[in-house]
């Protein structure tokens, strides 16, 4: 009985983060202002790191709050902050991109989740992989990053810096804009 519990907690946090991940992700794209995008975002990061701790990869979750969700998600709403409203509208008079992103990212998710139902209902996901005790350690991250994904763990690195330098680029544009000549 006391197995039965614990699989239908597991079930029922498994679903609320998933749709917590799903519908934050339609929210990132969907939402016309950036700051409550963002903040969309860092609810995407969350419920990720939720499912990362069903998989039992602690670590992970915990990079995934700390790294991603705190310290690169505050700097883009510090960006978006410095940057400020923008009057102007690339996109103003024309179809809405974000609508159709959305739409897009919604028909994309349904797909695959058709996909995965179909798989597990015909028998094909019922074989587990083997996963290693090393899987989620923080030494087995660390040799893959230096390792066999160290030119993505770089280039990541710059473009966010990239991002960064843009950000504070295009926001003291926008103020010598405001400011007049």
Known sequence: ???????????AVWIGAAFACLASGIAVVSFSNPFYSALALIGNLGSLAVLY?????????????????GAVMVMFLFV??????RTESPWSGGPSWQAVGAAFAAGALLVEIIVVIGLKASGRLAHPSHIGSSFGSPSEIGRLFLTDHLLAFEV?????????????VLGHHSQKRDAGP
């Open 156 to 168: 990541t690195s710059i473009v966010l810096l990239a991002a960064a330098v843009g950000g504070v």
């Open 80 to 85: 978006i902050a410095y940057i400020g409203p």
């Open 1 to 11: 009985m006391i197995a039965t519990v614990g699989n239908v907690l597991v079930w």
């Open 53 to 69: 701790l069903l998989l039992s990869a602690e670590f992970v979750a915990a990079g995934q709050v700390l790294v991603y969700a």
